[in-house]
């Protein structure tokens, strides 16, 4: 796709130039959520000619005032003050002598960490399912889309998108269940498979090791892939469709079109998607992982939060503060990668975050 | 090739599909269909499959080879279900905790996305900066862990509805959708007499509802599949677990790797092990569960996608 989309560029002719421009309005259209986050930065220039602070001022918005105040206590207790908590990290931290009581230990417990043989495991699982899932779910996303896109009898295409996010709603631990019977032995999978004569026997693909990655990839490819392309869908909608009529005037054909107008144009949203999604591939091993995973496959499926939560809850053995210690460290990376895949954009001329 | 463009050239004005298709198109449109219907069974034969399990007699169900339809019909396996302590009490919580839940945090994000879309606000941009940091930075699972039962949030309902209240997320989208409210409308308001309550109560949120159903369906759709919390907060407290709790328990409870028919030796537990089995238990769990979602998602589906791009329509 890279090389695609720097093709397309070095070729600039009316198309590109309209596609690019068009697929701004388009991410701007689409990333909702982006926006506003920028909007409250530009906004700051904004107000400064804005409202005086004034006493008048302030007395006709007390009320106002008063319900921020109310916001700004929430968020401290709720929001900040487990921030307060990370000193945990630094200590010995025992619950029944509390933050101001506990032993000190400085770096201890992130050099037990960084020791822990378990805890570089779990940091492989989980950037390995992490990446899968972004890269998988990125392409198959994109790829439906453009082909729902083709579709031209409308109420099909209404009813392929209503199925194909359907299963965004349901929790985790359905889709785990619902995955682990389509994989059992009796499951379609391995009837299917029987009946092929791939394998004379039923074969139990929880228990391999070799097939949890592959098989959380896929699992996210059923909830989400349908929810992840309406995003897509709404940046291919407000393509200008004067693109695609003067490129088949031009002699382009169906694919021509997808690769030199389609692709180009979602590049702003990809961007922005990708940006925001980085931060999340530490955070994406959770549920799933906890719900399918089991003893045979422990190697491969346990993740970093699988790991924070054993050292919190597990009654033998509990230490509050390394659950603190890993949990800074994956908040940590998560912002790192967030900054990381920003400036790169930053630095290409696309679109960015902040 | 030449063939294409000209048709193209003349038929675009006057028609919006073209009646004559080229070869090479039709191929396309018959593989792209089928590909997209392929992708449909896909996504629902797991879904349907396990409801015809769910209604299929439990000894019979071992042997596999169920697809759409149940072999031999069976409501034992609901019978069996619904009558769980723990689901019942599962049921009784998270319908409470979905209703309050949604409730209270739909009031609690409208009502801080309203002050922070007042242009004359005077805190408007060092409040949105509070808020935004949250979505970045987060104590993490141990800290919140240890903070609630400083505030003895643990061991109790509240620890569902209280805490998640407000989601910087949902408030920039909130916010959005209402900075592209006209202020003449609350200006107007104000100099009739109207105080900022009043213009948010009679004048904002009339004109918010599409918005409003939008969060409050996202957020009920969160309570509604929320468990975590129960497991971690309330998992000596049996008196306030959640539906999905109890499926997650029930499913690991009945086979850990589900390798194949490990059901009919432990199928006595259930009174009566002649008909229900675990593998249908299951099913009839795991269908029982989803049942309000899948009921209400055909009318409700409008407003989940307009979720994902409403605020961006007004700019």
């Not at chain 1, 920028?38 to 804005?50: A, L, P, Q, V, Y």
């Not at chain 1, 950037?127 to 579709?151: D, K, P, Q, R």
């Not at chain 1, 509990?318 to 460290?329: E, K």
């Not at chain 2, 971690?232 to 999905?244: A, S």
């Given at each position: 796709?890279?090389?695609?989309?720097?093709?397309?560029?070095?070729?600039?002719?009316?198309y590109?130039?309209?596609?690019?421009?068009?697929?701004?309005?388009?991410?701007k259209r689409?990333?909702?959520?982006?926006?506003?986050?920028?909007?409250?930065?530009k906004?700051?220039?904004k107000?400064k000619?804005?409202?005086?602070?004034?006493k008048?001022?302030?007395?006709?918005?007390w009320?106002?005032?008063?319900?921020?105040?109310?916001?700004?206590?929430y968020?401290?207790?709720?929001?900040?003050l487990?921030?307060?908590g990370w000193?945990m990290?630094?200590?010995?931290f025992?619950?029944?002598?509390?933050?101001?009581?506990?032993?000190?230990?400085?770096?201890?417990?992130?050099?037990?960490?960084?020791?822990?043989?378990?805890?570089i495991l779990?940091?492989?699982?989980?950037?390995?399912?992490?990446v899968?899932?972004?890269?998988?779910s990125?392409?198959?996303?994109i790829a439906?889309?453009?082909?729902?896109?083709e579709?031209?009898n409308?109420?099909f295409?209404?009813?392929?998108?209503?199925?194909?996010?359907?299963?965004?709603?349901?929790?985790?631990?359905?889709?785990?269940?619902i995955v682990?019977?389509?994989?059992s032995?009796?499951?379609?999978i391995?009837?299917?498979?029987?009946n092929?004569?791939?394998?004379?026997k039923?074969?139990t693909?929880?228990?391999?090791?070799?097939?949890?990655?592959?098989?959380?990839?896929l699992?996210?490819?059923?909830?989400?892939?349908?929810?992840?392309?309406?995003?897509?869908?709404?940046?291919?909608?407000?393509?200008?469709?004067?693109?695609y009529?003067?490129?088949?005037?031009?002699?382009?054909?169906?694919?021509?079109?997808?690769?030199?107008i389609?692709?180009?144009?979602?590049r702003?949203?990809?961007?922005?998607?990708?940006?925001?999604?980085?931060?999340?591939?530490l955070?994406?091993?959770?549920e799933?992982?906890?719900?399918?995973?089991?003893?045979l496959?422990?190697?491969?499926?346990?993740?970093?939060?699988?790991?924070?939560l054993?050292?919190?809850?597990?009654?033998?053995?509990?230490?509050?503060?390394?659950?603190?210690?890993?949990?800074?460290?994956?908040?940590?990376?998560s912002?790192?990668?967030?900054?990381?895949?920003?400036?790169?954009?930053k630095?290409?001329?696309?679109?960015?975050?902040? | 090739?030449?063939e294409?463009?000209?048709?193209v050239?003349?038929?675009?004005?006057?028609?919006?599909?073209?009646?004559?298709?080229?070869?090479?198109d039709v191929?396309?449109?018959?593989?792209?269909?089928?590909?997209?219907?392929?992708f449909?069974?896909?996504?629902?034969y797991?879904?349907?499959n396990?409801?015809?399990?769910?209604?299929?007699?439990?000894?019979?169900?071992?042997r596999?080879?169920?697809?759409?339809?149940?072999?031999?019909w069976?409501?034992?396996?609901?019978?069996?279900?619904?009558?769980?302590?723990?689901?019942?009490?599962?049921a009784?919580?998270?319908?409470?905790?979905?209703?309050?839940?949604?409730?209270?945090?739909?009031f609690a994000?409208?009502?801080?996305?309203?002050?922070?879309?007042r242009?004359?606000?005077?805190?408007?941009?060092?409040?949105?900066?509070f808020?935004?940091?949250t979505?970045?930075?987060?104590?993490?699972?141990?800290?919140?862990?240890i903070?609630?039962?400083?505030?003895h949030?643990?061991e109790?309902?509240?620890v569902?509805?209280?805490?998640?209240?407000?989601?910087a997320?949902?408030?920039?989208?909130?916010?959005t959708?209402?900075?592209?409210?006209?202020?003449?409308?609350?200006?107007?308001?104000?100099?009739e007499?109207?105080?900022?309550?009043?213009?948010?109560?009679?004048?904002?949120s009339?004109?918010?509802?599409?918005?409003?159903?939008?969060?409050?369906?996202?957020?009920?759709?969160?309570?509604?599949?929320?468990?975590?919390?129960?497991?971690?907060y309330?998992?000596?407290?049996?008196?306030?677990?959640?539906?999905?709790?109890?499926?997650?328990?029930?499913?690991?409870?009945?086979?850990?790797?589900?390798s194949?028919?490990?059901?009919?030796s432990?199928?006595?537990?259930?009174?009566?092990?002649q008909t229900?089995?675990?593998?249908?238990?299951?099913a009839?769990?795991?269908?029982?569960?989803?049942?309000?979602?899948?009921?209400l998602?055909?009318f409700?589906?409008?407003?989940f996608v307009?979720g994902?791009?409403?605020?961006?329509?007004k700019e």
């Amino acid at each position: 796709m890279e090389n695609q989309t720097s093709n397309s560029e070095k070729k600039l002719d009316y198309y590109e130039l309209k596609a690019a421009n068009d697929a701004k309005l388009a991410a701007k259209r689409a990333v909702a959520e982006t926006e506003s986050d920028e909007g409250s930065g530009k906004k700051k220039k904004k107000e400064k000619t804005g409202p005086k602070f004034t006493k008048k001022e302030f007395k006709r918005q007390w009320i106002l005032v008063v319900i921020g105040g109310v916001y700004v206590l929430y968020g401290l207790i709720f929001n900040y003050l487990p921030l307060i908590g990370w000193i945990m990290a630094f200590q010995n931290f025992k619950y029944n002598k509390g933050i101001f009581k506990s032993k000190w230990v400085g770096m201890d417990k992130f050099k037990f960490l960084f020791s822990d043989e378990k805890f570089i495991l779990v940091i492989r699982n989980t950037f390995v399912m992490g990446v899968l899932n972004l890269v998988f779910s990125t392409i198959v996303a994109i790829a439906f889309a453009i082909l729902l896109n083709e579709v031209r009898n409308k109420h099909f295409k209404k009813s392929i998108q209503t199925i194909s996010y359907l299963p965004h709603f349901l929790s985790w631990i359905i889709v785990v269940a619902i995955v682990s019977d389509t994989v059992s032995n009796t499951g379609i999978i391995n009837e299917i498979l029987l009946n092929l004569h791939i394998i004379d026997k039923p074969y139990t693909f929880l228990a391999h090791p070799g097939w949890f990655w592959p098989l959380v990839t896929l699992s996210h490819l059923w909830k989400e892939t349908g929810w992840n392309a309406i995003i897509y869908l709404a940046a291919i909608t407000s393509i200008d469709p004067c693109l695609y009529e003067s490129a088949s005037i031009d002699g382009a054909g169906r694919f021509q079109k997808m690769r030199y107008i389609t692709l180009p144009s979602l590049r702003p949203t990809i961007i922005i998607l990708l940006i925001m999604n980085m931060g999340n591939v530490l955070n994406a091993g959770f549920e799933l992982q906890y719900l399918l995973g089991n003893d045979l496959v422990r190697g491969v499926s346990r993740t970093i939060d699988i790991y924070i939560l054993d050292w919190a809850m597990d009654g033998r053995n509990m230490d509050y503060s390394l659950g603190t210690a890993a949990g800074i460290f994956k908040t940590a990376v998560s912002i790192t990668l967030i900054v990381l895949a920003n400036t790169i954009a930053k630095k290409k001329g696309d679109e960015r975050l902040f | 090739m030449a063939e294409v463009s000209t048709e193209v050239k003349l038929e675009r004005p006057l028609k919006k599909h073209k009646k004559k298709m080229p070869k090479e198109d039709v191929i396309f449109y018959i593989f792209n269909t089928i590909f997209l219907v392929l992708f449909a069974i896909v996504t629902l034969y797991p879904v349907l499959n396990t409801l015809a399990y769910s209604f299929n007699d439990g000894n019979d169900a071992i042997r596999g080879g169920i697809h759409f339809l149940p072999r031999r019909w069976s409501i034992k396996n609901y019978n069996s279900v619904l009558t769980k302590e723990g689901i019942l009490v599962g049921a009784k919580i998270t319908v409470l905790r979905t209703i309050l839940g949604t409730l209270t945090s739909l009031f609690a994000n409208a009502l801080l996305s309203f002050i922070l879309s007042r242009k004359k606000f005077l805190f408007k941009s060092s409040l949105s900066l509070f808020w935004i940091i949250t979505m970045y930075a987060s104590g993490g699972l141990v800290p919140t862990m240890i903070l609630f039962r400083y505030l003895h949030l643990t061991e109790s309902f509240w620890v569902y509805v209280i805490p998640g209240m407000v989601s910087a997320f949902n408030v920039m989208v909130m916010r959005t959708y209402m900075e592209g409210i006209p202020d003449s409308l609350e200006e107007s308001a104000m100099l009739e007499g109207a105080g900022y309550m009043t213009v948010f109560s009679k004048i904002i949120s009339p004109l918010c509802k599409p918005v409003y159903a939008t969060i409050a369906l996202f957020v009920a759709v969160y309570h509604w599949n929320a468990w975590f919390d129960a497991m971690l907060y309330n998992r000596m407290n049996p008196e306030y677990t959640t539906l999905q709790y109890e499926l997650m328990k029930l499913l690991n409870n009945v086979s850990a790797t589900s390798s194949g028919p490990v059901g009919a030796s432990q199928g006595g537990q259930t009174a009566s092990a002649q008909t229900v089995t675990p593998i249908t238990i299951r099913a009839a769990a795991t269908i029982a569960t989803m049942a309000p979602i899948i009921a209400l998602y055909p009318f409700l589906q409008r407003y989940f996608v307009t979720g994902l791009t409403i605020g961006g329509v007004k700019e």
